[in-house]
């Protein structure tokens, strides 16, 4: 998914329209539509940064560098800290699925 992709969709999953993103980055309508159809990408790290914490999500996830918006958040996710696991590849969802199989697999191990 290419930048302007991911920010539209970021947009749309917070039901935020252009003009609010427009406004809490200080861009034009134009230019937004511009990067929202990727016709554009921003030349400047500034507003890359700025998208980025707006949206709350890393730069590397905007810019195609990671499938993980945000690797603050997955380090909450207990099991991606504990390692002895390669959980290499696996996006934030994949972790919440599998530390919900693990605390599955030691609430019936309790039972016993």
Do not use: H
């Amino acid at each position: 998914m290419l930048f302007g992709d991911k920010i539209k969709q970021l947009r749309i999953e917070k039901n935020w329209t252009q003009e609010y993103v427009c406004e809490k980055l200080n861009i034009s309508s134009g230019a937004l539509s511009r990067y929202e159809s990727n016709m554009y990408e921003p030349k400047s790290l500034e507003l890359i940064k700025d998208f980025a914490n707006l949206f709350n999500v890393s730069t590397d996830y905007l810019l195609g560098k990671s499938d993980i918006r945000n690797p603050e958040e997955i380090k909450k996710v207990p099991f991606a800290n504990a390692g002895g696991l390669d959980t290499n590849g696996l996006d934030e969802e994949d972790l919440k699925e599998l530390q919900k199989q693990v605390d599955y697999i030691k609430k019936l191990k309790r039972r016993n």
